[in-house]
C-alpha cells in the first residue's frame, strides 16, 4: 500500500513563492523510495490535469515548459519525501497540486518525459490547493 500526503499549498499574491512537500509512507515506497519514480501534476478548474514536472530514479528531471526556471522538484530519498519549489508565482498556476509515484521507472529523459506527459503514474496523493492572485 502506498500513500502519499501533499502538503504546502495556500494563497499567494504573483510573484511570490511557495514549496510543496509530499510525504511518502507505506512499506513498498519506504523500502524501495530512491527508485521510484515521482511527479508534481496540477489540474485548474475546468481543465485537464497536466504535469509539472518528473523526476526519477537516477535524478533526471523534466519540466513542463510553463514552469521551465521558476520551479524547482526534488527528492529526498532519506525522507521519503518529494519538494517542489516555485518561485515567480503567476495567476495561471493556480491549481490543485497532485504528488504521483511509480515503481516502474526507467533511467531515461524520454522515457520520463513520457511517463509524466501521458499521467503514468500508479500512485497519486489527494492534492493541495495553490491559489496565485
Known amino acids: 500500500h502506498v500513500q502519499l500526503v501533499e502538503s504546502g499549498g495556500g494563497s499567494v499574491q504573483a510573484g511570490g513563492s511557495l514549496t510543496l512537500s509530499c510525504a511518502s509512507a507505506?512499506?513498498?515506497?519506504?523500502?524501495?523510495?530512491?527508485?521510484?519514480?515521482m511527479g508534481w501534476f496540477r489540474q485548474a478548474p475546468g481543465k485537464g490535469r497536466e504535469g509539472v514536472a518528473g523526476?526519477?530514479?537516477?535524478?533526471?528531471?523534466k519540466y513542463a515548459d510553463s514552469v521551465k526556471g521558476r520551479f524547482t522538484i526534488s527528492k529526498d530519498n532519506a525522507k521519503n519525501t518529494l519538494y517542489l519549489q516555485m518561485n515567480s508565482l503567476k495567476p495561471e498556476d493556480t491549481a490543485l497540486y497532485y504528488c504521483?509515484?511509480?515503481?516502474?521507472?526507467?533511467?531515461?529523459?524520454?522515457?520520463?518525459?513520457?511517463?509524466?506527459?501521458?499521467?503514468?503514474?500508479?500512485?497519486w496523493g489527494q492534492g493541495t490547493q495553490v491559489t496565485v492572485s
Open positions: 507505506g512499506y513498498t515506497i519506504s523500502t524501495y523510495y530512491r527508485v521510484f519514480c
Open positions: 504521483a509515484a511509480d515503481a516502474t521507472c526507467y533511467t531515461n529523459e524520454l522515457k520520463l518525459a513520457a511517463k509524466v506527459s501521458k499521467r503514468d503514474f500508479g500512485y
Open positions: 523526476i526519477d530514479s537516477d535524478g533526471t528531471i
